[in-house]
């Protein structure tokens, strides 16, 4: 097991940040991959971004490429998701996920455990 649990969400205005934070509990979180995902209602489950285990490489949707960064900090068990440019269209619960192993995946199916998810509204 993997707890995950995620901080950082809010309300903030288009244009606005918001940084997302992800600590993980239990067996050291540098022996799995990281992502974030989220959901919008009555939408599905979508990949938002994803690090590599040692965190050397990432990975971004195309509609948050440029805007979001994703990060960890494998001594603190913490992985990060630093949005800015906020649209209203990034409104959803955001995710954080863990796989076991080095790499990634852009598959939600592929990722073991999970947070409960953080709220990010952003109004226009």
């Known amino acids: 097991q993997v707890p995950l649990v995620e901080s950082g969400g809010g309300l903030v205005q288009a244009g606005g940040s918001l940084r997302l934070s992800c600590a993980a509990s239990?067996?050291?979180?540098?022996?799995?991959?990281m992502g974030w995902f989220r959901q919008a209602p009555g939408k599905e489950r979508e990949f938002v971004a994803a690090?590599?285990?040692?965190?050397?490489?990432?990975d971004y949707a195309d509609s948050v490429k440029g805007r979001f960064t994703i990060s960890r900090d494998n001594a603190k068990n913490t992985l990060y998701l630093q949005m800015n440019s906020l649209k209203p269209e990034d409104t959803a619960i955001y995710y954080c996920?863990?796989?076991?192993?080095?790499?990634?995946?852009?598959?939600?199916?592929?990722?073991?455990?999970w947070g409960q998810g953080t709220q990010v509204t952003v109004s226009s």
């Open positions: 690090i590599k285990s040692n965190g050397g490489i990432t």
């Open positions: 996920a863990a796989a076991s192993g080095i790499y990634y995946f852009r598959n939600w199916s592929q990722y073991s455990y």
């Open positions: 239990g067996r050291t979180s540098s022996s799995y991959a």
